[in-house]
């Protein structure tokens, strides 16, 4: 414990730089570049700092094959201070995760599947209907309260097979009785998309909603589905879960020469994209959007305000003198680099985003 400076730092939305002053793990004040003493200066003038990013999309029981990783790693070791699980864990094991929780860096929470076997064993959870178990749900959410943000439910033909949009439904009728908003993952028809957007309501989320397979938000002449432009006039919130499978530039172009742009941003990060792409890390897929011309306010913004917002946690979305110091420190590098998306297409930058650490409390992580 004691007084740490962050020497001579930015925000994405304000030029001036500034001294951040943290005192025993609390912001204690913001003074003039080059004037604030402590017992440790940490000079980072060529640095940005935002509050922590949240990714909101990651798949994080490290035990989990393939859709698993170690939690530090594809946190607070890639300046992200929060993930939010997506669902890799139904009733059976979503207390193992809240455990695990418990003894790492970064923040952890929630979807809760509403298969009680997840992901840990198999892929198509929503395949028998004998796998949804409202009373185990209700036990889970019961006893890990505000660990659990919300429902998952994994729409898509693999997932579900003969079960079509019936996994939906009852997901549906959980989510009214408890209160807890969906996350709707959408992938490879059927059920078709339109059938999965009418069922979503306000504050549900529709995960991959840039994805470029056929059951996508764009309709044969490319252009936005209208079921789509309904869903967000509800205050349907889209995330990105970018994924190995599941980001198309030609999908995103489209969608923002429509005006219509994300909520958040998120990676759908697990150990084999992290490792082989084409996701890697929260920040490489931050830059795609920095590359589709998106300004960096409105990326971090995405990772850190939006994000905050709908978790109804505002404290991890700001920085404010007397909050727990949360925060990630980034910066733009410019080259050459080749950013894939999941549909195998290679891009050109000159810019990329690249994070040099991350802060909660006392303890910085780099």
């Known amino acids: 414990m004691g007084t740490t400076i962050l020497r001579s730092v930015r925000t994405v939305d304000h030029p001036e730089r500034f001294d951040l002053i943290i005192k025993d793990g609390i912001i204690a004040e913001k003074s003039a570049a080059g004037t604030a003493c402590g017992d440790e200066i940490l000079d980072f003038s060529d640095l940005f700092v935002s509050s922590g990013w949240i990714d909101m999309h990651v798949h994080a029981m490290e035990s989990y094959r393939p859709y698993g990783d170690e939690i530090d790693e594809i946190g607070v070791r890639q300046g992200v201070t929060t993930i939010v699980d997506a669902g890799s864990c139904g009733a059976d094991d979503i207390g193992k995760l809240a455990e695990l929780s418990k003894i790492t860096a970064t923040r952890v929470l929630s979807f809760l599947n509403i298969s009680r076997i997840g992901l840990g064993e198999r892929q198509d959870e929503l395949s028998s209907a004998g796998w949804i178990n409202e009373r185990a749900i209700e036990t889970s959410i019961r006893e890990l309260g505000s660990f659990i943000v919300g429902l998952k439910a994994r729409i898509s033909r693999s997932v579900v097979k003969d079960e079509g949009i019936r996994p939906l439904h009852m997901a549906r009728s959980m989510s009214d009785k408890t209160g807890l908003p969906l996350m709707v993952h959408i992938g490879s028809g059927p059920p078709g998309i339109e059938e999965v957007l009418n069922l979503l309501q306000s504050k549900d989320i529709i995960t ?47 969608v923002k020469k429509s005006g219509i742009h994300p909520g958040t941003i998120s990676s759908d990060i697990y150990r084999g994209n992290r490792i082989n792409g084409p996701v890697h890390s929260l920040a490489e897929v931050m830059s795609k ?46 080259g050459q680099y080749l950013l894939a998306d999941s549909m195998g297409e290679i891009r050109n930058t000159q810019t990329i985003i690249e994070t040099k650490g991350a802060i909660i409390g006392d303890k910085f992580y780099s």
């Open 289 to 334: 959007f920095l590359l589709l011309g998106y300004s960096l306010t409105d990326i971090v913004n995405a990772v850190t305000v939006q994000a905050a917002t709908w978790l109804k946690r505002p404290e991890l979305g700001r920085i404010q003198v007397g909050d727990k110091a949360n925060l990630t420190l980034f910066r733009l590098v410019q």
């Open 208 to 254: 991959h909603y840039l994805n470029g397979k056929e059951n996508n938000v764009l309709d044969g002449k490319g252009e936005v589905l209208p079921a789509l432009l309904a869903a967000i006039k509800r205050g349907v919130h889209l995330d990105v879960g970018h994924g190995t499978a599941s980001f198309s530039y030609q999908v995103a172009e489209r």
